[in-house]
């Protein structure tokens, strides 16, 4: 991957795995989306500067992303 390419997840389990590889490739962009609120204010409060967390239940709610919004999902 690129330096600046940007990740988009949607998870329903547990964000770890994210957390680490925000870590480990600093110069990438993570976006999270989930439906528990309550994991991701935790994650949020420990989480490095280039991954983003994003509460919603997709299966439930209409959101769009632009196609340009992620390089990778």
Known sequence: MENGAKILDVLYGTETFLLELSI???LLGFTVIDKKKLFLLFLASIKPNNLNFNHA???NE???IHRSAADYV
């Open 62 to 64: 209409t959101r769009w």
């Open 57 to 59: 239940d997709i299966f």
């Open 24 to 26: 480990e490739y600093s």
